[in-house]
């Protein structure tokens, strides 16, 4: 048995601080602990008790770091490491120029292992313990990055993005094969130590309805996977679904009628929904995702954070580099921030903080195991410095509760705020 003592502020949440009244919802140790017990959470609680209790532990003391469960990006593109922050280019275009030229060098092992070690230690470096990824329709790439995660003991969900029409040669495939690929990938990866397979269909308009329709039936087969895809990101992608798909009653519906919409469903971006695609998602008590540094940087909309919320949509919160700008989600929470600010609401740091951990991991129906600062998760874990620059220092300094220490890391921090991460028990 490991036992580990690690001592700092500690902060969690018991409940959903989006809803509600959000202090209930959290709970705070000034001078807290956590105990982990083989890789497990075992116990939270005041320092003095834990220490008393657990003297056989091995202790690290953080002082004033805060350490909250490790963060959670519910959605990303590893294979755009290389192509983050491309300059001048909205949705469709930025796909064309820069990510599917880029996609297409998966088919090379060496290159996607390169990239998915090189973006899963980026994570680590930001505090992120869990990926949700699109890898690229080449199953190499998928292999590349789950044997990347599982070599650092990661969390991570992905699959083979599938486009059968509207992208290169280089990045085709066909409905059979789409199915065939993801079938064996799924068969290979899903549930083998931490890694979780999502069925990738990567939008509607890069899939004709035969290769949506066998995704669906492979989605039957195998309903304890996710399934991920993109949803009402930008008004010209959203007309372009209604000329490919004319008898759609809305972008949503080309995922329903072939067997695409599951509550085990993460649908990214969500910006532009309808009415009725707003009512069916809660219906079905399926997943959005939301990526805000991407929806600025490639121009795609604001997000409509408390409507989806009171609507009891699961809500994660994602980077989706390279679309998003940065790796950080500290940054991604700011991005949130603002967005919400250009909506008129003031989002609350616990509900920023809540959302980039057990939003996200309620979104990929992992809430409890992962994103959780409580008894029976995993003990994946970041520790935040509250003063990592001299800017962020001077403004925590005259902080007169946690929020206010923390909100400051939250707009300006980055990976100098990340003091230590622990994945599944283990210091990094
Ligand atoms: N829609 C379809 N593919 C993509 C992608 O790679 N990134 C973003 N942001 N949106 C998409
Ligand atoms: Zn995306």
Not at 36 to 61: E, K, S, Y
Not at 270 to 281: G, K, N, S, T, Y
């Amino acid at each position: 048995m490991t036992k580990h003592l690690l001592l700092g502020q500690t902060i969690g949440f018991t409940g959903n601080p989006l809803l509600g009244d959000w202090p209930d919802a959290v709970r705070y140790e000034q001078r807290g602990a956590l105990c982990i017990i083989d890789g497990r959470i075992a116990a939270v609680g005041a320092a003095d008790a834990l220490r008393a209790a657990h003297q056989d532990a091995n202790v690290t003391d953080y002082g004033n770091g805060l350490i909250s469960a490790g963060f959670v990006d519910a959605h990303m593109h590893y294979p755009q490491t290389g192509i983050v922050a491309s300059w001048g280019k909205q949705l469709i275009d930025w796909l064309n120029t820069y990510t599917f030229p880029e996609e297409s060098r998966f088919g090379d092992p060496a290159y996607a292992a390169d990239v998915a070690a090189r973006t899963l230690d980026l994570a680590l470096d930001h505090g992120t313990t869990t990926l949700t990824s699109f890898c690229t329709i080449h199953p190499a790439s998928v292999d590349a990055f789950f044997t990347a995660a599982a070599a650092r003991n990661m969390a991570v969900v992905a699959g083979k993005t599938c486009m059968d029409r509207n992208a290169p040669d280089t990045l085709r495939d066909t409905a059979q094969t789409a199915y065939d690929d993801s079938k064996a990938l799924l068969e290979k990866w899903h549930g083998v130590g931490r890694a979780q397979y999502a069925i990738t269909p990567r939008f509607s308009p890069t899939s004709t309805p035969d290769q949506l329709a066998a995704l669906g039936a492979l989605w039957a087969e195998h309903p304890d996977c996710l399934m991920q895809t993109h949803l009402s990101e930008q008004l010209s992608e959203i007309a372009w679904v209604r000329d490919l798909f004319p008898a759609a009653r809305d972008y949503l519906d080309t995922y329903e009628t072939f067997g695409l919409l599951g509550a085990r469903g993460l649908y990214g971006h969500a910006i532009h929904l309808e009415p009725r695609e707003v009512d069916r998602l809660a219906e079905i008590d399926a997943a959005v995702v939301h990526c805000p540094t991407s929806n600025t940087f490639i121009g795609s909309g604001l997000f409509d954070l408390m409507r989806l919320a009171q609507a009891s949509l699961r809500i994660g919160l994602a980077t989706d580099t390279g679309g998003g700008s940065s790796f950080s989600m500290l940054r991604t929470m700011a991005a949130a921030y603002e967005i919400g600010q250009l909506r008129g609401i003031a989002l609350h740091p616990a509900q920023l903080l809540w959302l980039a951990t057990e939003g996200s991991a309620r979104a990929l129906h992992m809430g409890g195991q992962i994103g959780h600062l409580g008894v029976g998760a995993m003990a994946d874990i970041v520790v935040l410095d509250l003063a990592s620059t001299p800017a962020i220092a001077q403004r925590s300094a005259r902080a007169e509760d946690i929020w206010d220490a923390l909100f400051p890391t939250i707009m300006m921090g980055d990976d100098r705020a990340v003091r230590d991460v622990w994945v599944a028990g283990k210091r990094r």
